[in-house]
């Protein structure tokens, strides 16, 4: 037995063209998809992961501004309003620009604006309060017939905003509507843990970024009718397109030193280095947001601007001016959470208390709003992350998603003394803001990379289809190239059959020219049986 036929190889016989410009054609295509594959795909645009949904617990948490930021629950902590006669909204303003809409306004600290507490991913906090006074209309009797229209019917107000609502007087009492006031500078705390698969943390543990969107922000302090709110987020007039968005830093508080993301270190994220480090062991991990004892000091509301530690501080928040500046920063990252003031969580969703206008022509400090806060979180980079760098981070991300009237409704806490013939209810306008976890985290899935690969040489096969078709049907020596490629049987119909074999031969041979499969053609014998006459 014959080894060397039994198990000879089977391969395919390819041509070999001598051209240039063939060869260029090809090899910039398999280029191309290499660049594809390897560089946009799986480099820059980690397709080799499996994105899953990060799941986490959000926190928001509203204070009314404090001096030097100092914590509200403290007793020597004093807030920081500013006067109702810098307030536009307010009747005793006396600047140059003042809004149309003016009302009585009212100082309210956090506690008063949020009776209920506030642990929860909505808050909601008011801008315009309205209390009505109403009186029982009806008491079923025979007179009526034991029936009803109303039990209780609203006394009408005096002075008023809009129509029959935002009244200054009702029912021979003053002071039944007002705005809250300095509400644009409250403080709006965000923290938020996440988890997903085995990774999780909170964003204390890093640096903090903010979704800018430069036109949105500027058309914030524009009049924005209802028409214009709606089409805001459909619409691309106000969207952003991903080249327009910018992602800003969160500059950190003073004395609090912020988590910063960790340096790209290929011997580390590799795991390269775990194997050195597994002999020799190194201390050290992601840093979290730290207080200084300056800090501990300035919250606890020790305010000594001459002491030597807070000059050299307040020194160098001069030199570094992405250091917390209370007087010109909206928004900073502070130890126990990042920090927006009310009125830039409007500006970045394009919003604005006083000129922006519901479809009955309230501003949006009368009637409220929602503003949907999002931690996007992600760990994939462009670039390193296929060497194995997943740092997690995040921004926020700022919309507001419009609603022409946003209030809660209760009985007043004072009733009149002749309750319940007469009672009381407090109306409360203003701008619920919805916190929300979401992003994605990639895992490294094996399939999705050899679906990339086997994308890869379709892709490659595909090239030399496009060059094979340029050389036969398109090159100027495609006749040349077409038979280099092709070998065209002769027409059976001209043959003639060996009578012996069955074989068909051509018509130029006498002799029967079949010789048995699997056999060489030269060392073999033929057939030659005589063509029949
Ligand atoms: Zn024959």
Redesign the pocket.
């Known amino acids: 037995m014959d080894l060397d036929s039994w198990f000879g190889y089977t391969t395919k016989k390819t041509v070999f063209i001598r051209d240039k410009w063939l060869g260029f054609i090809y090899y910039s295509l398999v280029f191309c998809v290499v660049m594809y594959i390897f560089g946009v795909a799986i480099l820059a645009h980690n397709e080799q992961f499996l994105l899953t949904a990060v799941s986490g617990i959000p926190r928001i948490r509203v204070t009314h501004p404090t001096k030097g930021l100092c914590d509200v629950n403290h007793p020597e902590c004093k807030s920081n309003y500013r006067s109702l006669t810098e307030l536009s909204y307010c009747n005793e303003y006396t600047g140059k620009y003042p809004e149309k809409r003016q009302g009585p306004c009212k100082f309210k600290d956090a506690t008063s604006i949020m009776p209920d507490g506030d642990v929860d991913n909505k808050i909601f906090i008011p801008t315009a309060v309205e209390i009505v006074t109403e009186r029982q209309s009806c008491k079923p009797g025979p007179e009526n017939g034991y029936s009803c229209e109303n039990e209780y019917e609203e006394i009408p107000g005096t002075g008023c905003l809009n129509g029959r609502s935002n009244c200054q007087t009702r029912g021979g009492l003053k002071d039944q509507f007002y705005f809250v006031a300095d509400s644009r500078n409250f403080h709006v705390q965000f923290t938020s843990s996440y988890e997903q698969g085995e990774v999780h943390g909170t964003s204390l543990d890093h640096p903090a970024y903010y979704e800018v969107c430069p036109t949105r922000v500027n058309k914030s302090k524009g009049v924005r009718a209802w028409n214009d709110r709606l089409h805001h987020s459909e619409d691309s007039e106000e969207s952003c397109g991903p080249d327009e968005v910018k992602r800003v830093k969160l500059p950190c508080e003073l004395g609090v030193a912020c988590a910063d993301s960790r340096d790209f270190d290929l011997m580390r994220d590799s795991g390269v280095k775990k194997k050195f480090d597994e002999v020799v062991q190194v201390p050290g991990g992601p840093s979290s947001r730290k207080k200084t004892a300056q800090f501990l000091d300035r919250s606890l509301g020790h305010l000594s601007p001459s002491s030597p530690d807070i000059h050299h501080q307040s020194e160098t928040a001069s030199h570094h001016p992405s250091m917390y500046n209370p007087d010109s920063q909206q928004q900073w990252s502070s130890a126990y959470g990042d920090v927006f003031t009310l009125s830039r969580l409007m500006e970045l969703a394009g919003a604005d208390l006083d000129k922006s206008f519901n479809m009955e022509n309230w501003t949006t400090r009368e009637s409220g709003t929602v503003l949907e806060v999002s931690a996007v979180y992600s760990n994939l980079h462009a670039w390193i992350s296929s060497f194995g760098y997943k740092d997690v981070n995040y921004y926020y991300r700022v919309k507001e998603l419009p609603l022409p009237y946003v209030s809660r409704k209760h009985l007043a806490e004072v009733q009149p003394p002749d309750f319940p013939e007469t009672r009381r209810y407090e109306i409360q306008h203003g701008t619920m803001i919805w916190f929300r976890v979401v992003g994605e985290f990639g895992n490294f899935k094996t399939t999705y990379l050899l679906i990339y690969l086997v994308t890869a040489f379709a892709l490659i096969g595909a090239a030399s289809a496009a060059t094979d078709f340029i050389a036969i049907y398109i090159h100027k020596r495609k006749n040349n190239y077409f038979n280099l490629k092709y070998q065209i049987s002769g027409d059976f119909s001209e043959k003639w059959q ?1 009578p ?2 069955s ?1 068909w031969n051509s018509p130029l041979h006498s002799k ?1 020219e ?1 010789y048995a499969m699997w056999e060489d053609s030269e060392g073999t014998a033929r ?3 005589h063509r029949p006459t």
């Open positions: 060996c012996k074999c074989y029967c079949q057939c030659g049986e």
